[in-house]
Every structure is written in structure tokens, then in C-alpha cells.
């Protein structure tokens, strides 16, 4: 008899444990999503992950990184002269698209504490590198705003700007 109680004790204990257990498990405990995961759900960068689409960089951005992405919103690309954007996006303009794309990412975590109180230069994924001046009232690259920063995902961070580089 006091073996079946006991057992009764365990079973109800464990089922107990396991109810406790599986309130602790959230959306949040699996991480952040990769960067073009988060670009997407934030809904504010239409324009730039339609032109990583059209110049394959995809893959890229939800690769393994770390990438600093310094993402020019839908209302910077709106304020490009008119025409451009439409014009990187034709199939002959590709490799243009893809040089004005990697001029935006740095193959390096750098969350804005890192670039607080700096100034220097951080080379790009194309090659060519950018000026970031971290003194004074936030960050800025290339004389960009950085309006905000931080925004983490899984293999790096974006940094959100108010007007497109361009290389």
C-alpha cells in the first residue's frame, strides 16, 4: 500500500514539475530571429528586403555572421532621387544593387556601446570601408543618423539609418 501511494506522490510531483516547467518556455527562450527575420518583422523595411532579394543576399544575411547591418528605412530609400531605387532593382543593374547593399554591412557585431565614444573606420562587406563617429549625441556613419540602434537579432545587430549610403 505505501508503495502505491508513494507512487501516487511521485507521478502527482512530477506532473506538477512538468506544468511548472512548460510555463517557462517562451517565444523569447528560442533567441531572436536572424537579421532579415527581424527586418521583416519590423515592417519599416520594405524597400531594403526587396533589394536584398533582388541581388541574392538572403542566404547571406541569415547566415551564421556576425553582421553589423546599418538598415536604411522605407523612408530613406523614398527620399533617394526618383527613379533609383527602381533602377538598382533591374536585373542589368545587379552587381550595382549588391555593391550599394554590402556598403551597409560589416562583417562584425558592433552594438552601439562599442561605438560610443569612437570615431575610426569599420570596413564593409564590399570592400570599402565606412566612417563612424560615435562622439557627441549618438552615432553616425558616413554623417548618417543612426535613429536607432541595437535592434539584436541572432547573427548580429541592425542599426536603423535615416538615409541610404551609397558607396
Known sequence: MID????????????????????CVTASDTGPDDIVETATEAGSFTTLLAAVEAADLVDTLKGPGPFT?????????????????????????????????????VPENYPASALAGTSGRLPTVNGAPLQVNGRGDGVTVEGVTVVTADVQASNGVIHVIDRVLLP
Open 4 to 23: 502505491i501511494i508513494n507512487r501516487r506522490h511521485l507521478l502527482a510531483a512530477g506532473a506538477i514539475a512538468l506544468a511548472a516547467l512548460s510555463g
Open 69 to 105: 547591418v546599418f538598415a536604411p528605412t522605407d523612408e530613406a530609400f523614398a527620399a533617394l532621387p526618383e527613379g533609383t531605387v527602381e533602377t538598382l532593382l533591374l536585373p542589368e543593374n545587379k552587381d550595382q544593387l549588391v555593391s550599394v547593399l554590402t556598403y551597409h554591412v
